[in-house]
Nanobody
Framework: PMKVVESGGGSVQTGGSLRLSCAIS????????LSWYRQGPEKERNFVSGLDADGTTTYSDSVKGRFTISRDNAKNTAALEMNSLKPEDTAIYYC????????????????WGQGTQVTVSS
């Protein structure tokens, strides 16, 4: 089975920076659509940023201009550079990898990581 592992979370003060990493491993060969989600305390999981196999990037309005998503196809990794962090960015951050050409029933195969905690203090 495929596996996604996030790393790089931690605690910073307002205005600080963190870089999250996402590593994909397993036997399925795919050019993944990669995305980051986050879930704050007592909140639902929300989309943060995405980077498709064709290079298209998307960001939620709340992080646009502060976060940058990137990938290294050769290493099967993704990263989320987070700058100008705010207390409201505090959440568990999840990486999601979707293989658009490999379907499980009607849906493309997707795998989530276990999440990494980001805490921003004021």
């Amino acid at each position: 089975p495929m596996k996604v592992v996030e790393s790089g979370g931690g605690s910073v003060q307002t205005g600080g920076s963190l870089r999250l990493s996402c590593a994909i491993s397993g036997a399925l060969y795919c050019t993944w659509n990669l995305s980051w989600y986050r879930q704050g305390p007592e909140k639902e999981r929300n989309f943060v940023s995405g980077l498709d196999a064709d290079g298209t990037t998307t960001y939620s309005d709340s992080v646009k201009g502060r976060f940058t998503i990137s990938r290294d196809n050769a290493k099967n990794t993704a990263a989320l550079e987070m700058n100008s962090l705010k207390p409201e960015d505090t959440a568990i951050y999840y990486c999601k990898a979707v293989c658009p050409n490999f379907l499980i029933g009607p849906e493309p195969y997707a795998v989530w990581g276990q999440g990494t905690q980001v805490t921003v203090s004021s």
